[in-house]
């Protein structure tokens, strides 16, 4: 499994630099800041709470608390399998809607969505529909390819259903919320994952051979592209013409054609790994010798990707409303940052409409984001950025453990948060600049006051449209509302979609995310408090 190199801070300084040139405000600092700036007073529960009733509050500690054990949330969706076989659907569903599928999910249609979001609506909180819909490779499920928690078939006719499922989505976000419409979904389902991992797996090939390709000044990394014309002078790279014609051509079986492909690259004085990839994947018939091939099939299917994307893409921009493409496996994700950022470079020329995800928790996320954010800035779009920490990890260190590379996950938690914050500091200079709009997710206090730090520090409009908090629907309410309170923009993200599909999806999400759940102690503290305090006004 290719990776690039890590060369972001390098990059990133450079980048940082070139912007102070043109936008005095923005700090040369790197340094975390420091500023007074008043904490938010997360114990404010009376505040926190107060668009809760007391049933909802008592769910979402009963809930909460729930999902703070680890034998349950393993077990949790045989435990829903269970339930539905003993006493029915009908009865199963009366149970869990109101108590566990409400905690976390916004409702089972489009129509049910409306009581939700309009609710957060009052409270200044902002909305981002994401209707549960997803699939996996089958040797990830040991069974044929899955769409949705249901076990639906992924083929064509699916996958276009999907897609006029999220044309309804995106048109509805626009008529509940004007203002800010947002809505997501999961590439796995536009397309078979398959498809997605095989292309993944060409484009790592293709990066491999692009390395080859290139030389390096001043001691650059051997993976290069083409920089924004203000850091040539510092860090550029050029054609590899030392490398002989011969052993390009070696690496391909139709010479002549590789010859072709030869003169050209070293007829530029540079090129990037994206014009790189696209150069190859136009010519797909120009096969490696070793390696896989970019076949026309495959083609055809991201041509078939990318045709439903364009559905929704062009009705967001008809309609101002932004679309954020969510991360999944590292398996499939080359793949959806590849169709992400050609999005972004055709939708977002004057406005962002496309988001793309980056998880911090990989250890390459901090070279394809500044990778990225290069792109833009030299290209001249505006990069669409939503920024998580991660799921998946669990499933991924077994992935690697069981196929014998190295795992793409973080040591540590602190790794994580730090290439979190590092990432942030190279986002905020770009929102500065109107070249990028991102939403930070995150549950984490820390992490909420240095971003509030940072839009203090970088000047920014906290109600402008550069930077959003986001958190999850039915976790983190007092972060959410007190945020909401002091001006923030902040949205929750909102899963819908019938009862049977979105918890076994949830339950999914639960165990990929049991480090997240299991920090929810201090929101179960907030809520007893809460109780408490209502208990006792109500006594006297």
Not at 220 to 248: C, E, G, Q, T, Y
Not at 442 to 454: F, K, M, Q, W
Not at 474 to 488: I, K, Q, V
Not at 510 to 517: D, R, S, T, Y
């Given at each position: 499994m290719s990776r690039l190199p890590q060369y972001h801070r390098i990059i990133s300084t450079r980048l940082k630099s070139s912007l102070v040139a043109s936008h005095p405000t923005i700090s040369q600092s790197d340094s975390t800041p420091h500023l007074t700036l008043p904490r938010l007073n997360y114990r404010d529960t009376e505040l926190a709470y107060r668009s809760v009733n007391n049933f909802q509050l008592f769910r979402s500690w009963f809930v909460l608390q729930a999902c703070s054990w680890r034998v349950f949330v393993s077990h949790a969706e045989n435990l829903m399998t269970m339930l539905q076989r003993l006493t029915g659907r009908r009865i199963s569903s009366a149970i869990l809607k109101p108590l566990i599928y409400q905690q976390f999910a916004g409702g089972e249609t489009i129509a049910e969505l409306a009581g939700p979001v309009i609710h957060l609506r009052q409270h200044s909180v902002l909305t981002m529909i994401n209707y549960s819909v997803e699939a996996d490779i089958p040797e990830e499920r040991g069974t044929e390819m899955i769409a949705s928690s249901g076990g639906i078939p992924t083929g064509e006719a699916h996958c276009d259903t999907n897609r006029d499922t999220q044309l309804a989505v995106i048109e509805f976000s626009k008529e509940i919320c004007p203002e800010a419409p947002f809505s997501s979904f999961k590439i796995t389902g536009m397309t078979t994952p398959t498809v997605l991992q095989e292309f993944t797996t060409i484009l790592n090939t293709l990066d491999e051979v692009f390395a080859k390709v290139g030389i390096p000044?001043?001691?650059?990394?051997?993976?290069?592209?083409?920089?924004?014309?203000?850091?040539?002078?510092?860090?550029?790279?050029?054609?590899?013409?030392?490398?002989?014609?011969?052993?390009?051509?070696?690496?391909?079986?139709?010479?002549?054609?590789?010859?072709?492909?030869?003169?050209?690259?070293?007829?530029?004085?540079?090129?990037?790994?994206?014009?790189?990839?696209?150069?190859?994947?136009?010519?797909?018939?120009?096969?490696?010798?070793e390696g896989p091939t970019v076949s026309g099939d495959l083609i055809a299917a991201i041509g078939r990707l990318e045709a439903r994307l364009e559905v929704l893409f062009k009705r967001a921009v008809e309609l101002g409303a932004r679309v954020m493409i969510d991360?999944?496996?590292?398996?499939?994700?080359?793949?959806?940052?590849?169709?992400?950022?050609?999005?972004?470079?055709?939708?977002?020329?004057?406005?962002?409409?496309?988001?793309?995800?980056?998880?911090?928790?990989?250890?390459?996320?901090?070279?394809?984001?500044?990778?990225?954010?290069?792109?833009?800035?030299?290209?001249?779009?505006?990069?669409?950025?939503?920024?998580?920490?991660?799921?998946?990890?669990?499933?991924?260190?077994?992935?690697?453990?069981?196929?014998?590379?190295?795992?793409?996950?973080?040591?540590?938690?602190?790794?994580?948060?730090?290439?979190?914050?590092?990432?942030?500091?190279?986002?905020?200079?770009?929102?500065?600049?109107?070249?990028?709009?991102?939403?930070?997710?995150?549950?984490?206090?820390?992490?909420?006051?240095?971003?509030?730090?940072?839009?203090?520090?970088?000047?920014?409009?906290?109600?402008?449209?550069?930077?959003?908090?986001?958190?999850?629907?039915?976790?983190?309410?007092?972060?959410?509302?007190?945020?909401?309170?002091?001006?923030?923009?902040?949205?929750?993200?909102?899963?819908?979609?019938?009862?049977?599909?979105?918890?076994?999806?949830?339950?999914?999400?639960?165990?990929?995310?049991?480090?997240?759940?299991?920090?929810?102690?201090?929101?179960?503290?907030?809520?007893?408090?809460?109780?408490?305090r209502r208990l006792a006004a109500d006594a006297s």
């Open positions: 000044r001043r001691n650059m990394p051997s993976f290069w592209f083409k920089l924004p014309v203000s850091l040539r002078n510092d860090v550029h790279l050029n054609i590899n013409k030392a490398m002989s014609r011969d052993i390009f051509i070696g690496l391909f079986e139709d010479v002549t054609r590789a010859g072709l492909i030869y003169d050209s690259l070293t007829s530029k004085d540079t090129i990037d790994l994206y014009e790189f990839r696209d150069i190859m994947l136009t010519n797909p018939d120009v096969r490696l010798r991360a999944e496996q590292t398996y499939m994700q080359k793949a959806i940052n590849h169709v992400a950022l050609r999005a972004m470079r055709k939708y977002n020329t004057d406005q962002v409409h496309v988001y793309n995800t980056y998880q911090c928790y990989l250890k390459h996320t901090p070279d394809t984001l500044t990778l990225d954010a290069l792109d833009a800035t030299e290209r001249g779009y505006k990069l669409g950025v939503k920024l998580v920490r991660g799921a998946y990890m669990e499933q991924e260190r077994k992935r690697a453990t069981e196929h014998g590379y190295p795992s793409p996950i973080q040591d540590t938690k602190p790794a994580t948060d730090a290439t979190y914050h590092s990432m942030l500091d190279v986002l905020f200079p770009l929102a500065v600049q109107d070249s990028a709009t991102f939403l930070a997710g995150s549950h984490n206090e820390h992490t909420v006051e240095y971003i509030r730090e940072g839009i203090a520090r970088h000047g920014i409009d906290p109600t402008s449209d550069s930077v959003y908090f986001g958190q999850l629907y039915g976790m983190c309410d007092p972060t959410t509302f007190l945020l909401a309170e002091a001006g923030y923009n902040v949205i929750k993200a909102v899963p819908y979609g019938p009862l049977t599909d979105v918890l076994p999806y949830l339950a999914r999400r639960a165990q990929e995310n049991h480090g997240v759940l299991t920090e929810t102690q201090r929101e179960l503290q907030l809520l007893r408090k809460e109780m408490r």
